[in-house]
């Protein structure tokens, strides 16, 4: 009993000081953010790494999400003989939840885990403190580009998973299942309001981004500096990323609705 | 050019103690490194030799006790203010540390742009300057990853040494490097500490290069270290001395001890 609960107060105790050490490790990479030299190369570097090379499976997934949902949709709207809704189906439901999140998720396993695996093996083989001995700030030559770079490509992502989806769901909604194409896209076109759904979307994968940028390379800075610890950071950071992923979409989503 | 008494040392070492978790690496360890002067630090794998430099460095913080460069405590500095400290320090790590996604020439080109504002002309002449120093022609466009054991040592002691450092700090520099290369790098620290006045701190295995070299040894055992000339540690009668250089070393020093004599004109 004695130990249980000593065990728990441990943990609860080191659950609090990480959180303080993340926050402190937040506001230096804020920080790096206004500080010369702007690190525009490594931005862009940072960015081919998490979006371009994401883009392929984010566009696969679209696609197949936009496939099954017109399959289900059809299925389901046409028992109420509404089948001539399924762009006003597919379309909110890609835009208001199944973007933001599967592209969250998605980016999260790809870019997020190469991030913290990248920025830890860095770590172990010294080099984070190779830099500072030429008193060079890691957080503002390696964290800070590849956490502007994660933040900005979810939402960027995101649309094109939406826009992927929408067209896989017009593959079969009207081309195999022979909707009409002008109805499909006329629902869609009215059921979408701009503030309402684009915008909430885009700001819900805004703040995906954030959390996996702080999340992924907070894993790797503070990982222990060896393979193990590079390895449990990596596999840390899609848990960690994808549970408050998740958790900050019902956050939203309940905060909007009310 | 040394100062005053206490100012000829330019990194000092007090008190120092350092224990990871329950292991303890160093126990009151007390040192002098002179000012442009050669230092070898010696001691068997595990002795901590590598974390002695890290903490001049400022990279490893002591539990207790003090370490301070050039006069300054490091204890009292903020990453900011180490930043100062360290860009007067030029480290070879033990692995190289090189980045591992830049070629080696923007490795080394690296500090120069950072804290420089040299052309790119001069930046380029500075590299390649220093990339021959090392022996090594040609590998600008190579990344880290592509070459061998030895030449990435020697690339990552081209940037060390790269932003001319006060004091050179170098873990293990002959490791992994073939006879004639062991030479030109021994001959380069020499000709840096000799003509160009730097602090140099080797922690080394190699037995003749050290001993060739060092204007002062330093054993590290047991948490504490014995420092000393190569010949005074030679007349010590100290067995722990005589184990750890092994038979060729003490015989050396033997050597070393007999040279003023036998060279006195008198
Ligand atoms: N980050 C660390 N965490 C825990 N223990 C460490 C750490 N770094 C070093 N040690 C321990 O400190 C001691 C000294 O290590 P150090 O790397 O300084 O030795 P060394 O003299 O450089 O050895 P070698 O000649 O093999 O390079 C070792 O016993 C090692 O286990
Ligand atoms: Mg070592």
């Not at chain 2, 460095?57 to 460069?69: A, K, S, Y």
């Not at chain 2, 300057?129 to 600008?140: E, I, M, S, T, Y």
């Amino acid at each position: 009993m004695k130990a249980v609960v000593g065990g728990l107060g441990r943990w609860v105790t080191e659950s609090i000081a990480g959180l303080g050490e993340m926050t402190i490790f937040a506001g230096r990479i804020v920080r790096a953010l206004w500080v010369p030299p702007a690190r525009g190369a490594l931005i862009r570097s940072a960015l081919f790494d998490s979006g371009v090379l994401s883009l392929a499976l984010v566009c696969a997934s679209g696609l197949t999400v936009g496939f099954v949902l017109g399959l289900q949709l059809y299925n389901t709207l046409s028992r109420f003989g509404a089948e001539e809704s399924l762009g006003t189906a597919v379309g909110l439901s890609l835009i208001r939840e199944l973007g933001p999140v599967l592209t969250g998720l998605l980016v999260a396993g790809r870019a997020g885990s190469a991030t913290t695996a990248e920025i830890g093996a860095m770590k172990a083989t010294e080099q984070l403190d190779g830099l500072r001995m030429m008193a060079i700030d890691p957080v503002h030559f390696v964290v800070m580009p590849r956490a502007v770079a994660l933040t900005l490509v979810m939402p960027l992502l995101s649309a094109v998973f939406v826009l992927c989806g929408i067209g896989g769901a017009y593959l079969i909604g009207v081309e195999l299942l022979g909707l009409d194409s002008g109805s499909y896209l006329a629902n869609l076109e009215n059921a979408i309001q701009f503030r309402e759904d684009v915008l909430q979307s885009l700001v819900k994968s805004l703040v995906f981004g954030l959390l996996l940028a702080w999340i992924a390379t907070w894993r790797g800075f503070s990982c222990a500096p060896h393979a193990a610890g590079v390895s449990r950071a990596t596999t840390s950071t899609v848990v960690t990323a994808s549970v408050c992923i998740l958790l900050a979409d019902y956050a939203l989503t309940a905060l909007w609705a009310v | 050019m040394a100062g005053p008494e206490g100012q000829s040392d330019h990194v000092v070492f007090e008190q120092v103690g350092l224990a990871f978790g329950r292991r303890p690496v160093f126990s009151g360890l007390n040192l002098a490194f002179p000012r442009q002067k050669i230092t070898v630090v010696m001691g068997e794998s595990g002795a901590g030799k590598s974390t002695l430099l890290r903490m001049i460095g400022g990279l490893q913080r002591p539990d207790r006790g003090e370490v301070r460069v050039a006069g300054e405590s490091l204890a009292d500095l903020d990453e900011t203010a180490l930043g100062r400290v360290r860009r007067r320090l030029g480290m070879l790590f033990q692995n190289g540390a090189l980045l591992d996604s830049m070629t080696v020439f923007e490795n080394i080109a690296l500090p120069l742009r950072e804290h420089t504002e040299q052309s790119e002309e001069e930046i380029r002449r500075m590299v390649h300057q220093r990339l021959r120093d090392v022996g090594l022609g040609d590998v600008d466009d190579l990344l880290p990853g592509e070459l061998s054991g030895g030449m990435l040592r020697r690339a990552a002691f081209a940037r060390s040494i790269v932003m001319a450092p006060e004091i050179l700090l170098c873990d293990e520099p002959f490791s992994g490097l073939d006879p004639p290369n062991v030479s030109r790098i021994e001959a380069l620290i020499v000709h840096l500490n000799r003509n160009l006045g730097l602090t140099v701190i080797v922690s080394s295995h190699h037995m003749a290069s050290s001993l060739r070299m060092a204007d002062q040894l330093c054993l590290m055992r047991a948490g504490a270290a014995i420092s000393g000339t190569p010949a005074g540690l030679a007349s010590s009668q100290d067995s722990t001395i005589a184990n750890f250089m092994g038979e060729d070393g003490v015989s050396y020093l033997a050597g070393l001890q007999d040279q003023p004599s036998a060279g006195d004109p008198s």
